[in-house]
Antibody, heavy 117, light 110 residues
Framework: EVQLVESGGGLIQPGESLRLSCAASGFSVGTKYMIWVRQAPGKGLEWVSILYAGGTTDYADSVKGRFTISRDNSKNTLYLQMNRLAVEDTAVYYC???????????WGPGTLVTVSS | QSALTQPRSVSGSPGQSVTISCTGTSSDVGGWNYVSWYQQHPGKAPKLMIYAVNKRSSGVPDGFSGSKSGNTASLTISGLQAEHEADYYCCSYAGGYTYVFGTGTRVTVL
């Protein structure tokens, strides 16, 4: 069964850093493109970052230069390193697997990141 | 990277049909046949319903259908049921390596 489980969220102060993890099972993260999506409380979905199987990455303008996506194939885990966090980064962060045709066919349950002083 | 525009809410009675629009630009919705739709129940993760404009994901009932005309994509739910009450988001490939989601639509079953 294909499954994704995020972890690493929590309460953090503005300006600090946090690393989210997304453990995969049922497939290899290194063979699919993977994304991070976030959802601020009561708001819509926002695409955050993508990591292609070949290693290419990209980021939303709102996080470019602060967030870094990566993976560890040996641990079958996707990561999101978040630096210089701001209050507006408060959200549930989801990881998702890329499907065959520019879609996201499997999502984790999400992990909540709260940035507050 | 502006969000695609969706109506804030739509509603219908059981058995009726509702249609949700998703308006973008020629750089996203209008430029590619890569619009997908996601259903999200409160407190849950999104679920893929439609991809590549009009293809149903595995296990999605045929009451869900997608289409596109120009810069606007649409999701139609036919035979509305109580369990269809949820938030729905469109998403489009926007070229390069980027994607953009819609603002989201709350579907209410009256």
């Amino acid at each position: 069964e294909v499954q994704l489980v995020e972890s690493g969220g929590g309460l953090i102060q503005p300006g600090e850093s946090l690393r989210l993890s997304c453990a995969a099972s049922g497939f290899s993260v290194g063979t699919k493109y993977m994304i991070w999506v976030r959802q601020a409380p009561g708001k819509g979905l926002e695409w955050v970052s993508i990591l292609y199987a070949g290693g290419t990455t990209d980021y939303a303008d709102s996080v470019k230069g602060r967030f870094t996506i990566s993976r560890d194939n040996s641990k079958n885990t996707l990561y999101l390193q978040m630096n210089r966090l701001a209050v507006e980064d408060t959200a549930v962060y989801y990881c998702a697997r890329g499907g065959d045709v520019h879609n996201f066919d499997c999502w984790g349950p999400g992990t909540l990141v709260t940035v507050s002083s | 990277q502006s969000a695609l525009t969706q109506p804030r809410s739509v509603s219908g009675s059981p058995g009726q049909s509702v249609t949700i629009s998703c308006t973008g630009t020629s750089s996203d919705v209008g430029g590619w046949n890569y619009v997908s739709w996601y259903q999200q129940h409160p407190g849950k993760a999104p679920k893929l319903m439609i991809y590549a404009v009009n293809k149903r994901s595995s296990g999605v009932p045929d009451g869900f259908s997608g289409s596109k005309s120009g810069n606007t994509a649409s999701l139609t739910i036919s035979g509305l049921q109580a369990e269809h009450e949820a938030d729905y988001y469109c998403c489009s490939y926007a070229g390069g390596y980027t994607y953009v989601f819609g603002t989201g639509t709350r579907v209410t079953v009256l």
